[in-house]
């Protein structure tokens, strides 16, 4: 099963993960983690790796965005169906549903509309998980967008997820002990009645 967590810059969205894959391990439940952008166009994540510019380079054209997502929409099927294992928890770093929220942090320069049917077309997760907190607190955490940008792509994600049926919103300007605790849960409870629904 997947569970994808999504939030602005600053919600604490690797802090969270790196407590959450502690814990489900603990509970004997196998997890990976993988983190946004199709393989085939992604260099190699290092843990720590901050982009400090998300939105300092100019959009791709139009036909190389098109591209782009035809491709990690094939790429993600072929993860669906081949690599991914049914009895794991993969959890998602983003996912490709963000470059609706942020189209300029990839360089999209393609038409929305083509984007938002990609978005259908893609394996869609178990689970959405939602790290929210105020603009100021955001702003406070990390400043690589302005203050309205941040209010917006907060907006922005509260608008998306409330569009999902299976959908949890947590309130990361807790303790981070705290935010963990919550997500943890949110993901057991849907773990459980992933098995469940399996038999």
């Known amino acids: 099963m997947k569970v994808v967590i999504l939030g602005p810059d600053g919600a604490g969205k690797s802090s969270v993960i790196q407590g959450l894959m502690i814990n489900v391990n603990r509970m004997g439940q196998i997890a990976t983690v993988r983190h946004l952008k199709p393989f085939l166009f992604a260099k190699r994540h290092v843990d720590g790796d901050i982009n400090i510019a998300p939105h300092g380079k100019q959009p791709r054209s139009s036909f190389t965005s098109l591209v782009k997502i035809l491709v990690w929409l094939i790429e993600e099927w072929y993860a669906y169906l081949v690599r991914d294992k049914r009895n794991e928890l993969l959890i998602c770093d983003r996912y490709y549903h963000d470059i609706l929220i942020d189209s300029r942090r990839y360089r999209y320069g393609g038409p929305i509309w083509t984007a938002k049917l990609v978005g259908a077309l893609i394996p869609q ?75």
């Open 125 to 199: 997760p178990t689970l959405w998980v939602l790290l929210d907190a105020t603009t100021e607190i955001l702003q406070k955490r990390k400043q690589e967008v302005s203050t309205e940008e941040t209010a917006r792509q907060r907006q922005a994600y509260l608008d998306f997820v409330r569009s999902k049926r299976n959908h949890v919103i947590i309130d990361a300007s807790q303790p981070l002990d705290n935010v963990i605790a919550d997500v943890v849960h949110a993901v057991s409870r849907t773990v459980y009645k992933y098995k469940c629904n399996r038999g």
